[in-house]
């Protein structure tokens, strides 16, 4: 993924936005982590950042965290983050698959966004996908109830497996499902950098919102 050259920011003054892993058995605790008690929305693969940058502008009382495989990128975002003086974003380094497995306190996020999720949707890649049943179980742990969980894609295939995974599990129910021009409601209308290229080349995008049931 190419990134474009913008001046550096010096790593001493990218350490606040970036959130190091809690020791393990540990679980993360927000209120701690932003120094508030306020909603927490986590996205998983934010790549360049086009979601969490404009998600957290736009709501400035949410509290936002991303999880990224990929170092440059964790990086590059956090840069543009300190540039745009934001303060209420936090980034880790990692595997998603292992964090939300085990560092993600129970009951405790608003909503969970998982845009164009990984490269690996092939049967073949199986192994390798974010998108797994263990993935799909921790997420509904993590998500208070009524919390949200936010999927789009543009290989339609990815997504059927994806919402037959997401149907079979009883503690979450659908709220939309369909094509999408932009991803709608509250942050979300924010476009990512991967929805834009899809939509830009003619490509449908799906997308689904799944809302976890009341206990
Ligand atoms: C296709 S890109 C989409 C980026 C962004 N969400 C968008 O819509 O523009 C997928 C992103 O997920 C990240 N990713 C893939 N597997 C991951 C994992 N297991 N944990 C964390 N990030 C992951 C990739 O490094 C990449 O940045």
């Known amino acids: 993924m190419g990134l474009r050259r913008l001046k550096r920011v010096p790593l001493e003054q990218l350490q606040p936005c970036l959130l190091p892993l809690p020791e393990p058995g540990a679980v993360f605790d927000w209120s701690a982590v932003f120094g ?77 966004h998982v845009y164009f999720p990984d490269p690996w949707w092939k049967r073949r890649h199986r192994k390798r996908r974010l998108f797994t049943p263990e993935f799909a179980q921790g997420c509904v742990r993590a998500l208070k109830p009524q919390g ?40 979300c209308s924010v476009i990512t950098n991967f929805q834009r290229k899809a939509l830009q080349q003619g490509r449908p995008v799906w997308r689904a919102v799944f809302e976890k049931c009341q206990a």
């Open 36 to 112: 508030n008690g306020r909603p927490v929305e986590l996205e998983v693969g934010f790549g360049k950042g086009g979601f969490l940058v404009a998600a957290a502008q736009a709501e400035p009382l949410v509290n936002f965290v991303g999880i990224e495989i990929e170092r440059a990128l964790v990086l590059y975002v956090a840069g543009r983050l300190v540039r745009r003086r934001l303060g209420n974003v936090r980034l880790i380094h990692g595997d998603a698959r292992q964090i939300v497995a085990r560092h993600l306190p129970p009951d405790s996020l608003q909503a969970i």
């Open 148 to 187: 949200r969980l936010q999927v789009a894609t543009d290989v339609e295939e990815y997504f059927t497996e994806i919402l037959s995974l997401l149907h079979g599990i009883p503690a979450l129910k659908p709220v939309e499902r369909g094509r999408a021009e932009a991803v709608t409601s509250g942050p």
